[in-house]
Every structure is written in structure tokens, then in C-alpha cells.
């Protein structure tokens, strides 16, 4: 059974920066694609990044350049650094994560398991 649990949300002002955190249990990272969504108030739920078994990752086109996914396998640990924070990026961030060797799509429902979401909030 995988656990997921996220850190590190909070409030900041526009252009600031944020690092989530998912801690993880019961999976290897070499076999489960990883990833993080978020859904904002009223909005739908949107694939932010992917980081495939191989190192491989994807961006939503609305953080390209902005936001970094990593993973730390020793510490089964995944990160999410988020530069040039914008108000559009207000919403609650999930970590996910399903049994698969191949390429990980941003569909956040395509992944089988996630965390209870840590919030951030970012203000003009």
C-alpha cells in the first residue's frame, strides 16, 4: 500500500517561491511514475508535473520555466519547487503516484494512489 503525505504549503505574495514536499512509504521509486496536480477553487483538477522511473519529467505549459519537479529515491522523497509564484497558481497540490515503468501522463486521474494535498496560496 502506498502513503503519501505533502509539506510545505503556505501563503506567499506574487514572484515568490515555495517547495513542496511528498513523503512516501511502501513503493519503489525505480517502478512508479510520480507526479503532482493541483485543483483550485471552482476549478478543474490539472496535472502539473510528472517525473517518469528514468528521470523523465513533464510540465503543464502553465509552469513550464517556473516549476521544477525532483525526486530523492534514498529519502523516497518527491519535491516540487515553484518559482514565480502567480495568483493562477492558487490551489490545493496533490502528489500522486501509480505502478508503471513507461511515461507518465499529466492526467491527474490516471494515478492510482495521492496525498491529502498541502495548500498554497499566493497573493497579488
Known amino acids: 500500500q502506498v502513503h503519501l503525505w505533502e509539506s510545505g504549503g503556505g501563503s506567499v505574495q506574487a514572484g515568490g517561491s515555495l517547495k513542496l514536499s511528498c513523503a512516501s512509504s511502501?513503493?519503489?521509486?525505480?517502478?512508479?511514475?510520480m507526479a503532482w496536480f493541483r485543483q483550485g477553487t471552482g476549478k478543474e483538477r490539472e496535472g502539473v508535473a510528472t517525473?517518469?522511473?528514468?528521470?523523465?519529467?513533464t510540465y503543464a505549459d502553465s509552469v513550464k520555466g517556473r516549476f521544477t519537479i525532483s525526486q530523492d529515491s534514498a529519502k523516497n522523497t518527491l519535491y516540487l519547487q515553484m518559482n514565480s509564484l502567480e495568483p493562477e497558481d492558487s490551489a490545493m497540490y496533490y502528489c500522486?503516484?501509480?505502478?508503471?515503468?513507461?511515461?507518465?501522463?499529466?492526467?491527474?486521474?490516471?494515478?492510482?494512489?495521492r496525498g491529502q494535498g498541502t495548500q498554497v496560496t499566493v497573493s497579488s
Open positions: 517525473i517518469a522511473t528514468n528521470g523523465a519529467t
Open positions: 511502501g513503493y519503489r521509486a525505480s517502478t512508479y511514475c
Open positions: 500522486a503516484a501509480r505502478l508503471s515503468t513507461y511515461s507518465c501522463p499529466l492526467d491527474p486521474w490516471w494515478y492510482t494512489n
